[in-house]
């Protein structure tokens, strides 16, 4: 590798290698400095988000919701890093320090948070920067992050990069920061563990303040560039032209666009290794001819495509899609299982099969979990199913889960800063390859109805603090309100 | 099997054409004659072809929204279901202001120019933009459609009413209706709308004072 900085899986690390030793004494004298210094903790953690009612103008400028996401993120890990690594050096700490990155799903107890965030107290005695008490309850006990939340499958599995059931999120203006556009790496895992961890991580007004968020991230933009390995970024000038601004070590400004966050090379940082606990999701999958029930249109079979040698350019942007069936009622969740009906309107699909004749287009389902509303995130990540079984195994939950609902933000989207209305969350998931399988094992009998299942998710709970604790994921007085659950073809 | 009647075959990419036609029409109406004559509510039928015209491009996103989120065989009337709601409160609106007499132009504009720069016109404005899930089917489909049209009217007069007060107010002809439906169009597309209120604020109140200062002398 010729990148100068490689950021290293913090499970490797024992708690007092010099690189966690030296990020908590960083954070510390970060944490030291005046809010208004823009190389401050509380300034680098305000420019994600803040509660403040004076704030200044570089802050709240995180980018949500939208294909901006994942590279507003890149850019602002670039730079504080920066800020952490002149600190760390001005401490007398390696020169090369780069911020490890937190992989959740590699196994084992991976999946808990990392021992040097734990305790209060360092070994020595000294109090521990790293650690923070608002965290949700457990965490800090080492409670463990389910695989339903912390899996990158949704996300590396997407073709495309621009699209809300894509990659990267839907296209947005670039102003504003909570939007409804967003894509599948955002939702699961990076939605989804804010909400796991709970307390300041579960508020993106506050979740910056946190010094795991960066690890959070640093894993989240590991992953994107992993599926760069495989997949084309959009090229859309409104994405690789779009700048954003922040503060460089120094204090100075520093700015990059899309074009300039693309490649980590150019950034001269790079990630010790890109395993992956599953097979690498396939670059080329042939579909086979599978029929859908009646009065869904039927699959005509096409000729396989031979895979293409390097990455994937980019497909058309998520495709135009058409509703075929929705919920008649708004939906409520408090913390129970809840399943619903979404019934296939005969008439359109009837006409879609008549399209389908004349077209022969390679038939593509998606489902929409849209205008989730609430007062507050209530701490709860759903898993999303469609038709799920009655007492469902662990193999049935993993194969007919189709991604994850969290109230990340919900706050923020409902009560906007800037010039984006205020709206729901919305969650956009592609279900073809579930109903492909489903047919072709003939156990969707009733093409004319998806039974989605909204499922809480637990967090594995250390065996001492499952009995001393009561842990639950109802919230009665926090309902949350998805406006209506949809099926689009396209 | 029961027949199901077939609809067109492939779906409209565009649903809002067809509205967008019907506002061609009003302004080809509103042109040959524009203005309300009279106050009273005997001329509302050409306030309505006003509203229509001007008011109805601020509302062609939110048919596109209406008719992309319902079944392609009720596109069509969710999406009349829609204008009708939106335009109901348009055309109660203009059955208050048409009562008395006109406000000078020069103090209807500078009213508006005042109520551009309240934090009440930021929030209807964005409020405009505000999607609503729909049921797919029935007469709760119906409702959700026209109660939608509703709200994004009621959003839009919260907004513009101010606007809509210069047009009363304004001399005839086709100015000042195109001018003041170029600036709602305007700020309903902005990606930019708080810098783009305060700067038709400004331009309302220049307006405003040149006309009052041309009525005083």
């Known amino acids: 590798m010729s990148e100068s900085f490689v950021r290293v899986d913090v499970w490797t690390l024992a708690d007092d290698d010099p690189i966690i030793t030296a990020y908590g004494d960083a954070v510390a004298a970060m944490q030291a400095k005046a809010d208004s210094d823009p190389t401050s903790w509380a300034f680098q953690a305000a420019m994600h988000g803040s509660l403040s009612n004076a704030p200044l103008p570089q802050w709240n400028q995180c980018r949500h919701g939208s294909w901006y996401f994942v590279s507003w993120h890149r850019a602002y890990l670039y730079y504080f890093e920066r800020i952490v690594r002149a600190q760390v050096v001005a401490n007398g700490g390696p020169a090369d320090w780069a911020l490890p990155y937190w992989n959740y799903d590699g196994g084992g107890t991976h999946n808990t948070l990392p021992t040097a965030f734990r305790q209060p107290t360092r070994a020595d005695g000294s109090a521990n920067p790293l650690h923070l008490a608002q965290r949700a309850v457990g965490i800090n006990a080492g409670a463990g992050l389910p695989a339903a939340i912390t899996t990158p499958a949704f996300a590396l599995s997407r073709p495309a990069f621009t699209g809300a059931s894509e990659f990267g999120g839907g296209v947005t203006s670039a102003s504003g920061q909570f939007w409804s556009q967003t894509g599948r790496l955002e939702q699961t895992p990076h939605n989804d563990v804010h909400v796991a961890l709970g307390g300041l991580m579960g508020n993106p007004d506050t979740a910056a303040q946190d010094p795991i968020f960066w690890l959070h991230h640093a894993n989240i933009d590991r992953l994107w560039w992993l599926w760069q390995k495989q997949h084309q970024d959009t090229t859309d000038s409104r994405w690789t032209k779009q700048a954003f601004d922040f503060a460089d070590a120094g204090g100075g400004p520093g700015s990059l666009d899309g074009a300039g966050v693309e490649s980590i090379s150019a950034l001269d940082y790079s990630y010790d290794h890109h395993r992956l606990r599953f097979p690498w999701p396939p670059v080329f999958k042939e579909r086979p001819p599978v029929r859908w029930p009646f009065p869904w249109p039927e699959r005509l079979p096409r000729p396989p495509r031979p895979p293409r040698p390097g990455p994937i350019r980019e497909q058309a942007i998520e495709p135009q899609r058409e509703i075929v069936g929705a919920t008649e009622a708004p939906v409520r969740l408090t913390g129970a299982q809840v399943r619903v009906p979404v019934r296939i309107d005969r008439r359109v699909s009837e006409s879609l099969r008549l399209d389908a004749r004349a077209r022969q287009p390679e038939h593509r389902a998606f489902l929409d979990v849209e205008d989730i509303d609430a007062d507050r995130d209530p701490g709860v990540v759903y898993g999303v199913y469609v038709n799920l079984p009655a007492d469902p195994t662990a193999d049935d939950l993993a194969a007919h889960h189709v991604g994850n609902v969290s109230m990340f933000g919900v706050e923020r989207a409902r009560d906007p800063r800037g010039d984006e209305p205020g709206h729901g969350l919305r969650v956009s998931m592609e279900i073809t390859e579930l109903l492909d399988t489903l047919s072709a094992n003939d156990s969707w009998a009733d093409g004319e109805q998806v039974d989605v299942t909204f499922r809480p998710i637990t967090l594995e709970q250390p065996p001492g603090l499952a009995d001393a604790v009561e842990v639950t994921t109802e919230h009665p007085d926090l309902p949350v309100t998805v406006g209506r659950v949809s099926v689009h073809f396209a | ?217």
Not at chain 2, 8 to 36: D, I, K, S, Y
């Open chain 2, 1 to 217: 099997m029961v027949a199901v009647p077939l609809t067109r075959a492939r779906p409209r990419l565009r649903p809002e054409t067809g509205a967008a036609v019907v506002v061609a029409l009003a302004w080809v109406l509103l042109l040959a004659r524009p203005g309300p004559h009279q106050t009273g509510s005997a001329d509302l039928p050409q306030w309505t072809v006003m509203t229509v015209a001007m008011m109805g491009p601020a509302a062609l996103p939110g048919i596109r929204h209406t008719a992309r989120n319902s079944l392609r065989w009720r596109r069509r009337r969710a999406a009349a279901e829609f204008g009708l709601g939106y335009l109901a409160v348009w055309v109660g609106y203009g059955a208050v202001v048409l009562l008395p007499p006109p406000v000078p132009v020069g103090v209807a504009l500078l009213v508006a120019a005042g109520w551009q720069l309240t934090p009440y016109k930021r929030r209807w404005l964005l409020a405009c933009h505000r999607g609503r899930p729909l049921p797919p089917t029935g007469p709760r489909a119906d409702r959700a459609a026209a109660g939608f049209g509703l709200r994004v009217g009621a959003a839009c007069a919260g907004s513009c009413w101010a606007l809509m007060l210069v047009a009363v107010s304004a001399p005839m002809g086709p100015g000042w209706p195109a001018g003041l439906a170029g600036l709602v169009l305007t700020e309903r597309v902005t990606r930019h709308p708080a810098r783009t209120t305060r700067v038709a604020a400004l331009g309302l109140a220049a307006l405003g004072f040149a006309y009052l200062a041309a009525l005083l002398s």
